[in-house]
């Protein structure tokens, strides 16, 4: 008996459906960790002291000279040590701002999307700093290892290795070897031996009393690596681009999703925000603890293939989008719609905005389809 072709059908929409909330759940799942991945080092953590902290004295407090309303404040800010805190061993600090004012006779670590040590911040060991932005305007007497967005070192440190979009030293230190964007020696900067940078180097009067040295193997065999991934913001659209031609022959699940993006671009927009919202909490809960950090850094290769898959879905919806508009004689999205809308994603102005746009679009879509 030939077969019921209602009920084929029925059955293959069935299995469609399916495999598209498959997917889309699957997506989703590693589009929350990619948020949260994110997320984690801009999000307010709480940040803690390994050691004792001995507490402000009462004068201090009704001076308000403890921890009160002179330090950065906000739901953001961890103050991991106040002015007139002292803690021994190591102190480690996580958070959106980690604020360290106080004396540490030890070391210190902090990751954070901003970390400061203030002027009243004195520390007898080293200091190791990672953020986006990290300031050292107290006092270190060992060696300060900085790699942020921005570096700024106006205090005093007795030797520095920092890397990041700018460095900038208005104070004084001991040997000092930087890489990144660029160098800035203020004309308040001592270097009290040799610096030795990989960077574009910005003098206005500073002081080096040792050799000054323009290097381009500080990173050793992994410096190509490194200087390659500052394309990456341009060959990642052109990647996903690939991925999108190839999106229709992947599974059942690819052009529901993309479909879903297409016919409701601001909703799955919208909701590709709230994604990423809501895995701030989960940021907050897996960075408190130092054992969640390392979580994420292992979830970063799926992490990158779903932020990747998400924006190969935003880009074919956008071709679709742009598709419907041709001609009757062009039909489907062909490939060279979708690789001009990948290279205006790969753009340097105006890229960077469309791609964000069209992943979360992606994100989105996916989240819609798996509710």
């Known amino acids: 008996m030939p077969p019921d072709t209602d009920e084929t059908a029925a059955d293959t929409a069935g299995r469609s459906s399916a495999a598209s909330r498959t997917g889309a759940a699957a997506l989703l799942t590693v589009g929350v960790l990619a948020a949260v991945l994110l997320a984690a ?33 906000g739901p953001f800010t961890s103050v991991v040590l106040g002015p007139n805190e002292t803690a021994t061993g190591r102190v480690t600090g996580t958070g959106g701002r980690v ?38 305007d107290g006092t270190v007497e060992g060696p300060v290892t900085a790699y942020a967005g921005t570096v700024v070192v106006r205090g005093d440190v007795g030797g520095l290795n920092a890397g990041g979009g700018t460095v900038r030293i208005a104070g004084r230190t001991g040997d000092a070897t930087v890489l990144g964007g660029r160098v800035v020696l203020a004309d308040a900067a001592r270097v009290d031996g040799d610096l030795e940078y990989d960077a574009q180097l910005v003098d206005r009067g500073g002081v080096v009393t040792g050799a000054v040295r323009q290097t381009d193997s500080l990173l050793g065999p992994v410096g190509p690596v490194v200087r390659f991934a500052g394309w990456l913001p341009h ?48 940021a907050a809960a897996l960075a408190a603890s130092l054992v969640g950090l390392p979580l994420l850094g292992i979830a970063a290769p799926v992490v990158a293939a779903a932020v990747l898959f998400a924006l190969a879905v935003g880009e074919t919806a956008a071709a679709d989008a742009v598709t419907a508009r041709l001609p009757d004689s062009v039909s489907g999205s062909p490939p060279a719609v979708v690789v001009a809308v990948a290279v205006v994603a790969a753009l340097p102005a105006v890229g960077p905005p469309v791609a964000a746009a069209l992943a979360l679009v992606g994100l989105g879509a996916a989240a819609g389809a798996a509710s």
């Open 41 to 73: 080092a801009f999000s307010g953590v709480g940040g803690g002291a390994a050691g004792s902290a001995a507490a402000p004295d009462a004068e201090s407090a009704a001076n308000g000279t403890g921890t009160g309303s002179a330090l950065p404040s």
């Open 235 to 282: 060959l990642v659209p052109l990647l996903a681009g690939a991925l999108a031609v190839a999106l229709p022959h992947v599974g059942a699940a690819a052009p529901g999703l993309t479909a879903r993006a297409r016919s409701r671009p601001v909703r799955s927009a919208a909701r590709g925000v709230a994604v990423c919202v809501a895995a701030a909490v989960g």
């Open 99 to 136: 604020v360290i004012a106080g004396t540490v006779d030890g070391t210190v670590r902090a990751y954070g999307g901003v970390v400061v040590l203030t002027e009243s911040a004195v520390v007898t060991g080293n200091v190791q700093a990672f953020g986006g932005r990290v300031v050292v």
